[in-house]
């Protein structure tokens, strides 16, 4: 059975475990030995340092360190007082054992719950690629480490294989195994031409892949820092349960000394029997019982549980800090491109004035051929973009909110919108279709527009439809689009409030405007994908990006990402964050109310220390239990 337990358990709790059981059967053993005096002291010593033994080192340890106001020192001098106590009073040896080998039962669950945690989050510590495949020029590849292969190399990954740097298929078709990404299950397929992200694996044929950024630019090293980072983002509940540690740690070590020696003293001053070892008793007794284990473990683990849940779906949360704050939420900002919208843009319509439509789109697809954005992808695609058509392009320059400027074959180029066009004197004209419309002038003179569509993403409806049956008090679009096509979107969605011709400033000034709203209560989280939302992310109460096809400028300022690019995990994030305060606060309020019950019965001598036991050893069992709980997270 333990052979068989020890597969889940690493080596620590397995001999911890181990520990635990022979100190328990020794004890049996013991209670029915017929041995008195300082040889049933000794016999009992053995279970005693067998199973307490470290928690004694970590006492001396914390005192020689000056560093020892902890739950081990609270053990240890509840135990060792109740040993000496039994000595002198030839009494039970067992209840100081007791206290230690449920103490050490306790710290076993801790551990192994926080093991369970980390499943969910060293899932996504194992994107990390060990080798990377590139090729020689030979026909074949060499298996090299990641971080010295470059920007623009070809690499290998055969079935079976990590990706493990972003880059573009140039050979071969798969399907990709994302769910330590993702969280799905569902494969996705990729060919020539698909972008692909480090930390997938390669199920089926051979793939070839150029590189677009390096290793530690790439998806999984993205990752694995923030989870790194993650842990030393403490919520306000951790703070304070760090400083209330701190100061009622000392509080309960003189209220013991105090309890220990006051009442007798008073009691000898009014000529009565003392009953010094009575009050030595109590004092112990008051020692194990206000043991601050059950706060001090179970709340930071509920946040680590929490974590490690949403990690399991797809949704990283880059610290406890944040999944506090995502809790309280009840303003949600989108952004409607790659957000709302799929951001696969189709070219629907081409209006010229005096050239052709095939020239038109000559002119806006070289001018973004440096662009990652899904409009400029669309128009490239619409012209069936070639680098090698001879066309002489330069100085492009990419202007924030407006568009492109570029110098095709010795002109200059402008393609955006409307107020890129009134900037550069070109006299545009509306277009009665909905869409995104791209306007084209050539050395100022107007040259006509492009109509692009985008699509809303099938999830997106009811997932603001779940966001507004978990009580969302407002939900409110953001574009830069023009009024018809953000009414259209609108029209659409269950949305509160939308806004649109925006640029990048006027989104972040929008955003100030709702935080400084008198009638908001709550906190105000955005959800963006582009470099462009970027700012915004970094201003709100709650950043959201879309990790898997959003820009990293997005990614780095969010404090949340959802790795697939689904809103619908939106609401699985939140309810995953209320659901680990609701947990948090149990154990808080539990814990502490166990605890002040059980330290007046103890101070007025109604508590021994098998009930002392329960409210240290048996409050941190039921609080680890119920902070397991964060961790049973339902995907959808």
Not at 47 to 65: C, E, F, M, S, T
Not at 257 to 281: N, Q
Not at 501 to 528: I, M, S, T, Y
């Amino acid at each position: 059975m333990l052979k068989k337990r020890g597969k889940k358990m690493n080596k620590k709790q397995k001999k911890n475990l181990i520990r635990i059981l022979i100190s328990a059967i020794l004890m049996i053993i013991l209670h029915f030995l017929p041995v008195h005096g300082l040889l049933r002291f000794f016999l009992y010593l053995v279970p005693y340092v067998i199973v307490g033994y470290d928690v004694v080192l970590r006492a001396i340890k914390g005192i020689r360190n000056f560093q020892p106001l902890d739950e081990n020192l609270l053990m240890t001098l509840a135990t060792v007082g109740a040993m000496v106590l039994a000595v002198v009073q030839d009494g039970d040896y067992t209840e100081a054992i007791a206290v230690m080998l449920f103490y050490q039962i306790g710290e076993w669950f801790q551990s192994y719950a926080v093991g369970k945690s980390r499943k969910s989050i060293s899932a996504l510590m194992d994107i990390r690629p060990e080798y990377a495949n590139i090729e020689d020029g030979k026909g074949g590849y060499t298996k090299v480490d990641p971080d010295e292969v470059e920007v623009g190399s070809v690499i290998v990954v055969r079935a079976g294989e990590k990706i493990p740097i972003d880059g573009v298929v140039i050979e071969g078709a798969s399907s990709l195994d994302t769910a330590a990404l993702t969280g799905g299950s569902i494969p996705r397929d990729v060919s020539k031409g698909s972008e692909v992200i480090s930390g997938c694996i390669n199920q089926s044929g051979l793939l070839k892949i150029c590189t677009t950024k390096e290793f530690d630019e790439s998806t999984a090293s993205k990752i694995l820092e923030m989870i790194e980072d993650a842990s030393s983002r403490k919520s306000k509940s951790e703070d304070f349960i760090g400083k209330f540690a701190r100061v009622y740690t000392p509080a309960v070590v003189i209220s013991a000394v105090l309890l220990a020696i006051l009442p007798p003293i008073v009691l000898l001053v009014m000529g009565r029997d003392s009953h010094v070892f009575d009050w030595i008793y109590r004092a112990l007794t008051f020692l194990v019982i206000s043991c601050p284990c059950a706060l001090v473990v179970s709340i930071p683990l509920s946040f680590f549980a929490g974590i490690g849940g949403a990690s399991s779906v797809g949704v990283l949360i880059k610290g406890s800090n944040y999944l506090e704050a995502l809790s309280k939420v009840s303003t949600l900002v989108f952004d409607k491109t790659g957000t709302l919208t799929k951001g696969q843009f189709d070219v629907s319509a081409v209006h010229t004035t005096d050239i052709q439509r095939e020239e038109l789109l000559h002119l806006a697809a070289h001018a973004e051929e440096n662009s990652t954005h899904p409009i400029a992808v669309s128009l490239r695609k619409a012209y069936q973009y070639t680098k090698d058509d001879h066309c002489d392009v330069e100085d492009v320059t990419e202007l924030a909110g407006r568009g492109v400027q570029a110098k095709i074959n010795g002109h200059v180029i402008c393609v955006g919108n409307e107020k890129l066009m009134e900037e550069v004197g070109a006299k545009w004209q509306p277009c009665h279709k909905t869409g995104t419309i791209i306007h084209v002038s050539r050395d100022g003179e107007y040259m006509g527009h492009i109509v692009v569509s985008d699509v809303i993403k099938p999830h997106s409806k009811k997932a603001l439809q779940n966001l507004k049956s978990m009580g969302m008090k407002k939900l409110v679009m953001l574009t830069g689009d023009q009024e018809d096509v953000a009414k259209e979107v609108a029209s659409q969605l269950p949305l509160d409030e939308y806004y649109a011709k925006l640029l990048p400033g006027d989104k972040v000034n929008q955003v100030e405007k709702l935080l400084n709203d008198p009638n908001r209560h709550g906190l105000l989280a955005f959800v963006g994908d582009g470099i462009n939302d970027a700012p915004v992310l970094s201003r709100v109460d709650v950043g959201i990006a879309m990790g898997a096809l959003g820009s990293d400028a997005a990614i780095e300022a969010a404090d949340v990402v959802l790795m697939d690019d689904d809103p619908a995990k939106i609401a699985v994030a939140i309810r995953i964050a209320k659901k680990c305060m609701r947990i948090v606060y149990e154990n808080l309020y539990f814990a502490i109310g166990i605890k002040l019950i059980c330290l007046l019965l103890g101070a007025i001598g109604i508590a021994n220390m098998w009930l002392a036991v329960f409210a240290d050893v048996g409050v941190m069992v039921l609080a680890v239990l119920n902070a397991i709980r964060c961790l049973l997270v339902k995907k959808s």
